[in-house]
Nanobody, 121 residues
Framework: VQLVESGGGLVQAGGSLRLSCAAS????????IAWFRQAPGKEREGLSC????????YYADSAKGRFTISSDNAKNTVYLQMNSLKPEDAAVYYC???????????????WGKGTLVSVSS
């Protein structure tokens, strides 16, 4: 199982970014893909999760209304569209995979290396 995040960078407050998580090494529909983030000095926080097999998406309260998860099955890629970014959204963003959606890091077995998002005020 390999997960590779991309799309991070520096954005001004109020701006948008779309993160990508390219998955390989497993059958895409057999796993869920979740997005987490970790800011310096803080715990890793679950944001959103997508299950292609069930056609369901889940969002943590911190992600509702501004973040949207989606997938391109032909590319085995999951996206996180982030709008109206705030300085407090600055963090390393990770995608993770497992068989069930969860917003706790210990429940997800496969992780990418992360992509850094910085938000200037």
């Amino acid at each position: 199982v390999q997960l590779v995040e991309s799309g991070g960078g520096l954005v001004q407050a109020g701006g948008s970014l779309r993160l990508s998580c390219a998955a390989s090494g497993f059958t895409f529909d057999d796993y869920v893909i979740a997005w987490f983030r970790q800011a310096p000095g803080k715990e890793r926080e679950g944001l959103s999760c997508l299950s292609n097999s069930r056609g369901t998406t889940y969002y943590a309260d911190s992600a509702k209304g501004r973040f949207t998860i989606s997938s391109d099955n032909a590319k085995n890629t999951v996206y996180l569209q982030m709008n109206s970014l705030k300085p407090e959204d600055a963090a390393v963003y990770y995608c993770a995979a497992d068989v069930e959606c969860a917003f706790v890091p210990w429940a997800m077995n496969y992780w990418g290396k992360g992509t850094l998002v910085s938000v200037s005020s």
